[in-house]
DNA sequence: GCTCAACGCAACTAACTGTTGCGTTGAGTG
DNA sequence: CACTCAACGCAACAGTTAGTTGCGTTGAGC
């Protein structure tokens, strides 16, 4: 990401054992509340050394996040609205009740920088999957006048708010539903 | 809530000072990490007296938390469904957006106890609004199958989604939106 | 084989949580 | 009024974790 960095090859083994020990510590625990000792046993260095990169446990934290959503997700592309919103619920679905995800997506109280890291992660996503809803269109299946973003924003959001408050298992009956009504909002008015 | 507690007068009044100290403190820093000795300071009691009382900063949050939640918040009743799905909207938006609301929200990684409250209230929260369903039916502005807790969740979740995760502001026009969608799936079927 | 940045290591400081022992106060009782 | 005993205040303490500092060690590249 930062060509600039000159480093020796050390530096970037070294970086990638750090971040890779943070994700696999915030899976083991469910939380971002992460000893920063831990992290350094776990990735074979020393504290000084994560210290010398991160200017404290947030921002170590935070480059171990950012990382790990800069993994692209792919856009589904099955040939139909249906068959993509179905897939991209699925995949929402189980990112959100993931250990990583739901510590990322509840994890922001105690940090102005993930409010940001959040409302980033989101607009880019309904960002790409607004392709969805033009596909759609250029075939005939949606309204031209939808809004994708506030589309997708509204069938997602039952899933996370049932997943993250309500506490009820997120099955595939009420993924469905919100597919449909998503499919409904799309369709063309028939009045 | 427990009756067989002895304690002299004083025993009440430092507990009710204790407990709005602690709310005080979480509205002011926008989070539940408080410090016990802040609160202590605050509530002018001594930090000794606050551990004699609760095992851990966890129970004591949670005794604050949970005092909050007991305030009965009024069921709209309006005489008309729109009217109360309306104001019902309005009261949930204002308590996501409080920095009250925000705090209790948000936190939940760091605590299985919380889950279990976030669970609670908002089960509770749908059962009592589910008079405004049944009224309505009466009424015969709302089919008799519809599922009251369920059209209340649907209507509730966009709402948390865009204050907790999206950040935009929770404008009138959006939770109009949203109560807009909620009248549309209790309207009698036109087919 | 020399150099210098990256790393390891140990010993700190600082902040906060939770504990302990003891002295002090004050509401209820005789 | 005097006595008692639980509730409270207070100070000092132990334990954990974040973050710092100074110095010795290593290893890639010239």
Redesign the pocket.
Known sequence: MNAST??????R???EKILSAVIAEIEATGTL??????V?AAA??????I???Y??????VLAAVLAVMETEVPIPDTGSLAGDLDLLASTVGDVITSPLGRALLSATADSRAFADVRQTYWASRFEKASEILRRATERGECRRDVDAKLLLELMVAPLHFRATQIGAPLDTAFIKLQVERALHAAAQRDD
């Not at 200017?55 to 170590?60: G, I, K, P, T, V």
Request: no cysteine; proline share 3%.
């Open positions: 000159p480093a020796h090859r050390r530096g083994v070294v970086d509340s992460i000893k920063v000792d831990d350094a074979g260095v020393n504290k000084t050394t210290y010398r990169r200017r404290d446990r947030n921002a170590l």
